[in-house]
Protein backbone atom coordinates (compact mmCIF):
# COMPACT_ATOMS: atom_id res chain seq x y z
CA UNK A 1 0.00 0.00 0.00
CA UNK A 2 1.31 3.22 -0.61
CA UNK A 3 0.44 6.71 0.52
CA UNK A 4 1.23 10.33 -0.33
CA UNK A 5 4.53 11.83 0.90
CA UNK A 6 3.46 15.56 1.67
CA UNK A 7 5.73 18.67 2.29
CA UNK A 8 5.12 21.52 4.76
CA UNK A 9 2.97 23.33 2.19
CA UNK A 10 0.60 20.29 2.12
CA UNK A 11 1.75 19.28 -1.71
CA UNK A 12 2.45 15.76 -2.44
CA UNK A 13 5.78 15.23 -3.72
CA UNK A 14 5.60 11.50 -4.50
CA UNK A 15 4.32 7.96 -2.96
CA UNK A 16 5.55 6.19 0.48
CA UNK A 17 4.94 2.62 0.99
CA UNK A 18 3.42 1.01 3.95
CA UNK A 19 3.21 -2.68 5.41
CA UNK A 20 0.55 -4.39 4.62
CA UNK A 21 0.90 -5.82 8.25
CA UNK A 22 0.73 -3.16 9.75
CA UNK A 23 -1.38 -0.03 8.24
CA UNK A 24 -3.83 -2.29 6.51
CA UNK A 25 -5.06 -4.90 9.20
CA UNK A 26 -8.61 -5.87 10.45
CA UNK A 27 -9.01 -4.11 13.77
CA UNK A 28 -9.77 -7.00 16.78
CA UNK A 29 -12.75 -5.30 18.72
CA UNK A 30 -12.27 -7.16 21.45
CA UNK A 31 -8.77 -6.70 21.81
CA UNK A 32 -9.03 -2.60 21.45
CA UNK A 33 -12.22 -2.71 24.02
CA UNK A 34 -9.66 -4.35 26.34
CA UNK A 35 -7.00 -2.34 25.85
CA UNK A 36 -9.23 0.76 26.61
CA UNK A 37 -10.64 -0.38 29.27
CA UNK A 38 -6.93 -1.79 31.05
CA UNK A 39 -5.69 1.61 29.59
CA UNK A 40 -8.27 4.53 31.37
CA UNK A 41 -8.46 2.31 34.87
CA UNK A 42 -4.56 2.58 35.05
CA UNK A 43 -5.04 6.33 35.05
CA UNK A 44 -7.14 6.07 38.46
CA UNK A 45 -4.97 6.79 41.46
CA UNK A 46 -6.79 4.75 44.03
CA UNK A 47 -5.59 7.15 46.75
CA UNK A 48 -9.18 8.01 48.03
CA UNK A 49 -9.52 7.54 51.75
CA UNK A 50 -12.63 7.86 54.58
CA UNK A 51 -11.88 7.95 58.59
CA UNK A 52 -12.90 5.30 60.21
CA UNK A 53 -14.65 5.88 64.00
CA UNK A 54 -10.82 4.90 65.35
CA UNK A 55 -9.32 7.22 62.82
CA UNK A 56 -11.22 10.58 63.75
CA UNK A 57 -10.07 13.15 66.48
CA UNK A 58 -11.82 12.99 69.67
CA UNK A 59 -14.68 10.62 71.13
CA UNK A 60 -12.44 8.68 73.33
CA UNK A 61 -14.57 9.30 76.42
CA UNK A 62 -18.47 7.97 76.76
CA UNK A 63 -20.65 10.72 76.10
CA UNK A 64 -22.98 9.82 79.51
CA UNK A 65 -23.62 6.95 81.25
CA UNK A 66 -24.74 3.85 80.26
CA UNK A 67 -27.77 3.99 82.26
CA UNK A 68 -30.75 5.94 83.66
CA UNK A 69 -30.57 8.67 81.52
CA UNK A 70 -33.98 8.03 79.04
CA UNK A 71 -31.39 8.41 76.32
CA UNK A 72 -30.06 5.52 73.77
CA UNK A 73 -26.46 3.73 74.31
CA UNK A 74 -23.93 5.52 73.02
CA UNK A 75 -19.62 4.58 73.81
CA UNK A 76 -18.80 7.31 71.92
CA UNK A 77 -18.98 11.21 69.58
CA UNK A 78 -17.27 9.34 66.80
CA UNK A 79 -19.54 6.60 66.37
CA UNK A 80 -20.34 6.75 62.25
CA UNK A 81 -24.73 7.31 62.95
CA UNK A 82 -23.07 10.90 64.99
CA UNK A 83 -22.56 13.59 62.81
CA UNK A 84 -18.87 14.45 62.33
CA UNK A 85 -18.38 10.84 62.94
CA UNK A 86 -16.29 8.13 61.26
CA UNK A 87 -17.45 6.49 58.18
CA UNK A 88 -18.39 2.80 58.03
CA UNK A 89 -17.56 0.81 55.31
CA UNK A 90 -15.59 3.45 53.69
CA UNK A 91 -13.01 3.49 50.69
CA UNK A 92 -9.61 2.82 51.52
CA UNK A 93 -6.59 3.08 48.93
CA UNK A 94 -6.46 0.63 46.63
CA UNK A 95 -4.49 -0.31 43.55
CA UNK A 96 -6.53 -0.28 40.41
CA UNK A 97 -4.09 -1.51 37.42
CA UNK A 98 -4.39 -4.14 35.25
CA UNK A 99 -2.30 -5.59 33.04
CA UNK A 100 -2.59 -6.38 29.24
CA UNK A 101 0.21 -8.30 27.33
CA UNK A 102 2.28 -6.97 24.94
CA UNK A 103 0.78 -8.86 22.13
CA UNK A 104 -1.90 -6.86 22.28
CA UNK A 105 -0.88 -4.01 22.61
CA UNK A 106 0.57 -4.35 19.34
CA UNK A 107 -2.78 -5.57 17.50
CA UNK A 108 -4.16 -2.29 19.11
CA UNK A 109 -1.88 -0.14 17.32
CA UNK A 110 -2.04 -1.57 14.27
CA UNK A 111 -5.53 -1.22 14.68
CA UNK A 112 -6.07 2.22 15.56
CA UNK A 113 -3.17 3.02 12.71
CA UNK A 114 -4.94 1.17 9.82
CA UNK A 115 -8.07 2.86 10.98
CA UNK A 116 -6.42 6.11 10.11
CA UNK A 117 -5.38 5.22 6.87
CA UNK A 118 -8.93 3.72 5.72
CA UNK A 119 -10.36 7.18 7.07
CA UNK A 120 -7.73 9.24 5.30
CA UNK A 121 -6.87 10.66 8.22
CA UNK A 122 -3.01 9.94 8.71
CA UNK A 123 -1.01 12.16 6.99
CA UNK A 124 3.14 11.73 6.11
CA UNK A 125 5.43 14.06 6.08
CA UNK A 126 9.15 13.89 5.28
CA UNK A 127 10.07 15.70 8.21
CA UNK A 128 7.97 18.13 10.31
CA UNK A 129 10.66 20.84 11.26
CA UNK A 130 10.35 24.33 12.00
CA UNK A 131 13.67 26.63 11.53
CA UNK A 132 12.63 28.38 15.04
CA UNK A 133 9.58 28.33 17.43
CA UNK A 134 6.61 29.84 15.21
CA UNK A 135 3.12 29.19 16.14
CA UNK A 136 1.80 31.06 13.18
CA UNK A 137 3.50 29.22 10.63
CA UNK A 138 2.60 26.37 12.13
CA UNK A 139 -0.93 27.05 12.16
CA UNK A 140 -0.73 28.07 8.07
CA UNK A 141 0.92 24.32 8.01
CA UNK A 142 -1.83 22.68 9.36
CA UNK A 143 -5.00 24.54 7.69
CA UNK A 144 -3.74 23.72 4.64
CA UNK A 145 -3.92 19.98 5.42
CA UNK A 146 -7.78 20.91 6.26
CA UNK A 147 -7.96 19.29 9.67
CA UNK A 148 -10.80 19.47 12.28
CA UNK A 149 -10.41 18.55 15.45
CA UNK A 150 -7.38 16.69 17.59
CA UNK A 151 -4.46 16.69 15.62
CA UNK A 152 -1.41 13.98 16.28
CA UNK A 153 2.03 15.24 15.39
CA UNK A 154 4.32 12.13 15.60
CA UNK A 155 8.00 12.81 15.22
CA UNK A 156 11.17 10.59 15.40
CA UNK A 157 13.64 13.01 15.60
CA UNK A 158 13.66 15.13 18.35
CA UNK A 159 12.56 19.30 17.62
CA UNK A 160 12.24 22.13 20.17
CA UNK A 161 11.32 25.20 17.24
CA UNK A 162 8.05 22.56 16.88
CA UNK A 163 7.26 21.28 20.42
CA UNK A 164 7.59 25.50 20.84
CA UNK A 165 4.90 26.37 18.13
CA UNK A 166 2.79 23.44 18.76
CA UNK A 167 2.90 24.50 22.48
CA UNK A 168 -0.23 27.34 22.08
CA UNK A 169 -2.70 25.65 19.53
CA UNK A 170 -5.69 24.23 20.43
CA UNK A 171 -6.06 20.24 19.82
CA UNK A 172 -2.48 19.62 18.77
CA UNK A 173 -0.77 17.46 20.47
CA UNK A 174 2.98 15.99 19.83
CA UNK A 175 4.39 12.46 20.87
CA UNK A 176 7.81 10.52 19.68
CA UNK A 177 7.70 7.52 18.04
CA UNK A 178 9.63 5.94 21.00
CA UNK A 179 6.74 6.27 23.37
CA UNK A 180 3.62 6.18 20.97
CA UNK A 181 0.78 3.75 22.49
CA UNK A 182 -2.78 3.31 20.89
CA UNK A 183 -4.78 5.69 23.40
CA UNK A 184 -3.06 8.77 21.87
CA UNK A 185 -3.89 8.03 18.37
CA UNK A 186 -7.50 6.72 18.95
CA UNK A 187 -8.16 10.18 20.85
CA UNK A 188 -6.72 12.15 18.14
CA UNK A 189 -8.70 12.89 15.02
CA UNK A 190 -5.94 13.00 12.56
CA UNK A 191 -2.47 11.53 12.43
CA UNK A 192 0.58 13.22 10.79
CA UNK A 193 3.94 10.63 10.88
CA UNK A 194 7.43 11.66 9.94
CA UNK A 195 8.56 9.71 7.06
CA UNK A 196 11.17 7.94 9.62
CA UNK A 197 8.48 7.46 12.31
CA UNK A 198 7.07 4.93 9.83
CA UNK A 199 10.27 2.72 9.83
CA UNK A 200 10.49 2.59 13.37
CA UNK A 201 6.92 1.80 13.90
CA UNK A 202 6.92 -0.89 11.20
CA UNK A 203 9.92 -2.73 12.98
CA UNK A 204 7.99 -2.41 16.25
CA UNK A 205 5.13 -3.95 15.29
CA UNK A 206 6.45 -6.79 12.57
Same mark, same amino acid.
Given at each position: ? @??? !??? $? ?8 ? $??? +???? #? ?10 ? %??? /???? %? ?10 ? #? ?37 ? /? ?25 ? $? ?5 ? &? ?5 ? @?? !???? *? /?? $?? =? +?????? =???? %? ?5 ? /? ?17 ? &? ?5 ? !? ?8 ? *? +?????
Amino acid at each position: M @KID !LID $LKGDSQKKVE $LND +EVFK #VVPNIAAVTLYL %RTY /STNQ %RQGTSKTKTRAE #VSGGGRKPWKQKHTGRSRQGSIRSPIWVHGGVAHGVTPK /SWSLKTTKDIKKQVLKAVLSDKVMNNA $LFVMDRV &EMEKPNT @KE !LTKV *I /SK $LK =V +EGKLLI =VWAN %RSWNLLK /SAANIPGVNIASVANLNPF &EVISADY !LILERDAIKV *I +EERLK
